[in-house]
């Protein structure tokens, strides 16, 4: 069982940033392919970013946060970031980060990852 803890969740303005980590007390984040999620009140999960395991690196994202959002791991830390820049009200939601196994982000939907965070919340608003 792969625990991992979330953190850096908050409040920020429209057009603010946030970075959120992803660690894995006692667990080589190395060797998983790590996602983010988000869900908002009343809406589906849905795929935020993935990376795949640290012998490939290669990031993924939807299509809504490219260009804003950067997903990255510190192989040193055992910690994977999402760093969200111009964030917008509508993506004010809980945010969770997920771990799987197999060392690459093909599928990367939320039932192929068996293990999840407690999820941090996000709010974005003026």
């Known amino acids: 069982q792969v625990q991992l803890v979330e953190s850096g969740g908050g409040l920020v303005q429209p057009g603010g940033s946030l970075r959120l980590s992803c660690a894995a007390p006692g667990e080589t984040l190395n060797y998983f392919v790590i996602a983010w999620f988000r869900q908002a009140p009343g809406k589906e999960r849905e795929g935020v970013s993935c990376?795949?395991?640290?012998?490939?690196?290669?990031?993924y994202y939807a299509d809504s946060v490219k260009g804003r959002f950067t997903i990255s791991r510190d192989n040193a830390k055992n910690t994977v970031y999402l760093q969200m820049n111009s964030l917008k009200p509508e993506e004010t939601a809980v945010y969770y980060c997920?771990?799987?196994?197999?060392?690459?982000?093909?599928?990367?939907?939320?039932?192929?990852?068996?293990?999840w965070g407690q999820g941090t919340q996000v709010t974005v608003s003026s």
């Open positions: 997920a771990a799987d196994g197999r060392p690459y982000c093909s599928d990367w939907v939320d039932e192929n990852f068996p293990f």
């Open positions: 990376i795949s395991a640290a012998s490939d690196g290669s990031t």
